[in-house]
């Protein structure tokens, strides 16, 4: 019994963002290849939302690495509040980026379920003296969606390069907004988002 609690607890931290308390990115990649697999079984689409803290740099800088961890964990509480399916699955993907896999969601559905995302975000109100975009903390988010039967080329990592896609269509338009981007439109060389 105390070795299956150990396991478990070795289980948890290695799957686990120690700062934020969702997933991690190893935990996020798991979970990527077995809805991947599930979406191309049951022909239901799966959408990703890749999310970026607009200037969390200038965030840190001008309030501190301590309010800038806490500023990170209230971030994906809000994020995983807003998600109310049990299969939603939220991960911190590194740095201020957060992605989050919605199975049997299409386009229009998880662009509502971004929207909802970014205004949780927006009226909590989090200051933000520094940002070009609001005094407050934003969210920029990119949303794509993949739907069999698919391409045989195509593979989890480019449902991921979509929304990093549109992620960088938010920023390059202003900030504080979803971007979309359909899977099958996205070449292999999508431009990486801007910093900040």
């Known amino acids: 019994e105390m070795l299956r609690k150990s396991n ?23 979970t990527l290849e077995v809805e991947w697999k599930r979406m191309k079984r049951n022909g239901l689409p ?11 740099k200038r965030y840190n800088d001008h309030y501190g690495h301590k309010q800038g961890d806490a500023c ?26 957060f992605v989050v896999l919605l199975p049997a969601t299409d386009l229009d559905g998880a662009s509502h379920v971004a929207e909802r995302i970014r205004l949780a ?10 940002s070009n975009v609001a005094p407050s903390v934003t969210l920029s988010l990119g949303v794509s969606r993949a ?33 979309t981007r359909e899977i099958d439109l996205v070449s292999s060389s999508a431009t990486p988002a801007p910093q900040g």
């Open 46 to 56: 799966l959408a990703l939302i890749v999310i970026d803290i607009d200037f969390f």
């Open 121 to 130: 975000v927006q009226s909590r109100g989090i200051p933000h003296e520094d």
């Open 8 to 30: 478990e607890k070795l289980t948890q931290l290695a799957t686990t963002d120690a700062l934020t308390g969702i997933a991690n990115r190893r935990s996020f990649d798991r």
């Open 147 to 179: 739907v069999p039967p698919l391409p045989v080329d195509m593979t989890p990592e480019s449902l991921f390069r979509a929304a990093d896609a549109a992620l960088y269509e938010a920023k390059s338009q202003g900030r504080n907004r979803v971007g």
């Open 72 to 97: 990170l964990h209230q971030v994906a509480q809000l994020i995983r509040q807003a998600l109310t399916r049990p299969g939603d699955f939220v991960a911190r993907y590194g740095g201020e980026e």
